[in-house]
């Protein structure tokens, strides 16, 4: 993937799936890759058209939810770009689960009732919906696996105080109750997800993509109950095919393990796999476009405020 220099560019910074350009004037130009990635490693092929997927799911969902909080996204001028304010972030994931399913869903059998604070009742099998939605925040690592951590350390540690975190909670759940609605119009049922949030001044800011297939899990609505009452594994909307797939392959991102060759045809169903995601979860028809490094510049810089 090219890497620009815009003008006034500060700082450029290169994730795991996206490359951040940092501007004069507080701006971040977000460039989502079609790098893929799991068990914190990057797959060696790009997926056409992922980085496309998400950034416009993202886009779609940041904007269906402006009334809820404010946010960082100020516009996104071209398929896989977004542009928006720069903010001081909480180092804080704000996890928000309505059913019990992965992590929670193995805290849950190993016997544990507590979860990063939150209470998991007794009496439930796995996907089960919580009673109401829970929390159960993670530290966001600047390197290696992120962390749980309980309410009372992060106000004790200092990640935000007593009344940030409130602030942070009312979101994160108002966030996801949007969510749930906009997944039910779709027959989906948004399962679990994560935001992630910083400050400009005094103000909290929502950060970063939200309600994508890379950042939450999603069920089929169809079928659902049934599922929960024969015991079987419930149909998943998410990018979990791709773990799958790997640890069918052997690979979880231990040390001594190598990342299994990708054929091309695995790599055009990943593409076609993320392709419905996106008209899934939004209820639009996909509308592929590639550009060239030089028309994406040309987009990006005429964006930008002079």
């Known amino acids: 993937m090219t890497q620009f220099k815009f003008p006034g560019q500060q700082a450029f910074y290169k994730g795991k799936v996206r490359d951040v350009y940092t501007l004069d004037n507080d701006l971040l130009v977000m460039i989502a890759s079609d790098r893929i990635s799991a068990f914190d490693v990057i797959l060696p092929r790009p997926i056409p058209f992922k980085g496309q997927v998400l950034n416009q799911i993202a886009a779609f969902m940041l904007n269906a939810t402006t009334d809820i909080c404010p946010n960082w996204l100020l516009q996104t001028p071209a398929p896989n770009v977004s542009i928006g304010k720069k903010c001081v972030p909480f180092k804080i994931e704000m996890v928000v689960r309505g059913n019990l399913t992965g992590h929670?869903?193995?805290?849950?059998?190993?016997?544990?009732?507590?979860?990063?604070?939150?209470?998991?009742?007794?009496?439930?099998?796995e996907?089960?919906?919580?009673p109401s939605p829970i929390i159960t925040p993670s530290t966001k690592a600047s390197k290696g696996h992120d962390e749980d951590i309980a309410p009372s350390a992060i106000v004790a540690t200092g990640l935000a105080t007593a009344k940030e975190w409130e602030q942070l909670c009312k979101y994160a759940l108002a966030l996801f109750e949007r969510g749930k609605e906009i997944a039910a119009k779709q027959g989906l049922i948004l399962v679990d997800t994560k935001y992630e949030f910083g400050k400009i001044g005094d103000e909290i800011i929502l950060m970063d993509e939200i309600h994508t297939p890379d950042s939450s899990r999603y069920f089929y609505t169809d079928g659902f109950q049934e599922r929960q009452e024969k015991g079987e594994r419930q149909q998943q909307l998410s990018k979990e095919f791709v773990r799958e797939?790997?640890?069918?392959?052997?690979?979880m991102g231990k040390e001594g393990q190598v990342v299994p060759a990708m054929s091309d045809e695995w790599i055009t169903t990943i593409s076609l796999r993320y392709i419905e995601l996106y008209e899934k979860v939004i209820g639009r028809s996909f509308?592929?476009?590639?550009?060239?490094?030089?028309?994406?510049?040309?987009?990006?810089?005429?964006?930008?405020?002079?």
């Open 104 to 125: 929670a869903w193995r805290t849950y059998a190993a016997g544990d009732r507590m979860l990063c604070g939150a209470n998991l009742p007794d009496g439930m099998k």
């Open 127 to 130: 996907n089960d919906f919580f």
């Open 245 to 251: 797939w790997l640890i069918a392959n052997n690979f």
């Open 287 to 306: 509308e592929p476009e590639t550009l060239s490094p030089n028309e994406t510049y040309q987009r990006i810089v005429a964006a930008l405020p002079i």
